[in-house]
């Protein structure tokens, strides 16, 4: 199913794909992509999820600009424009979803130029979705 409460898809999915303009940056676990996201997208959804605890704090991740057009998404990755971490090769090469641990897989350049390995072939995305 498609949400967009964290808080609640946690307790509610085994497995959780993040999306950006209709294209997926990481999958996993929900035990995985909760304590070891990766993804910079991931990572300031989830520091948006409120802390239940009274007074307890946690550091947001605010991200700068807009929302591009998903009618004229970016070149590269199409999250590039808003993420801290850009590269020269980010606003021109997509990056592909890539194994990084067992069942977690992330697409961002952070992590594909050290997984060349493990990238996800078009053949194994069909096998693996049916």
Same mark, same amino acid.
């Given at each position: 199913?498609?949400?967009?409460?964290?808080?609640?898809?946690?307790?509610?999915?085994?497995r959780?794909?993040?999306?950006?303009?209709g294209?997926?940056?990481?999958?996993?676990?929900?035990?995985?992509?909760? %304590? %070891?996201h990766?993804?910079?997208?991931t990572?300031?959804?989830?520091?948006?999820?409120?802390v239940?605890?009274?007074?307890?704090k946690?550091?947001?991740?605010?991200? *700068?600009?807009?929302i *591009?057009?998903?009618?004229?998404? *970016?070149?590269?990755?199409?999250?590039? *424009?808003?993420?801290e971490?850009?590269?020269?090769k980010?606003?021109?090469?997509?990056p592909?979803?890539?194994?990084v641990?067992?069942?977690?897989?992330?697409?961002?350049h952070?992590?594909?130029?050290?997984?060349?390995?493990?990238?996800?072939?078009?053949?194994?995305?069909?096998v693996a979705?049916?």
């Amino acid at each position: 199913f498609i949400a967009h409460d964290l808080s609640v898809v946690q307790y509610m999915s085994d497995r959780i794909a993040v999306m950006y303009l209709g294209k997926i940056v990481e999958t996993g676990t929900s035990d995985e992509l909760y %304590n %070891n996201h990766l993804h910079p997208y991931t990572q300031a959804l989830l520091s948006a999820v409120p802390v239940p605890v009274v007074g307890q704090k946690k550091q947001r991740i605010v991200l *700068p600009g807009d929302i *591009p057009s998903p009618l004229r998404p *970016p070149s590269g990755c199409r999250f590039h *424009p808003r993420c801290e971490h850009c590269m020269e090769k980010c606003r021109t090469s997509e990056p592909p979803l890539v194994w990084v641990d067992g069942e977690h897989e992330v697409a961002c350049h952070l992590y594909a130029s050290a997984e060349e390995t493990n990238v996800r072939s078009e053949k194994d995305k069909c096998v693996a979705s049916v």
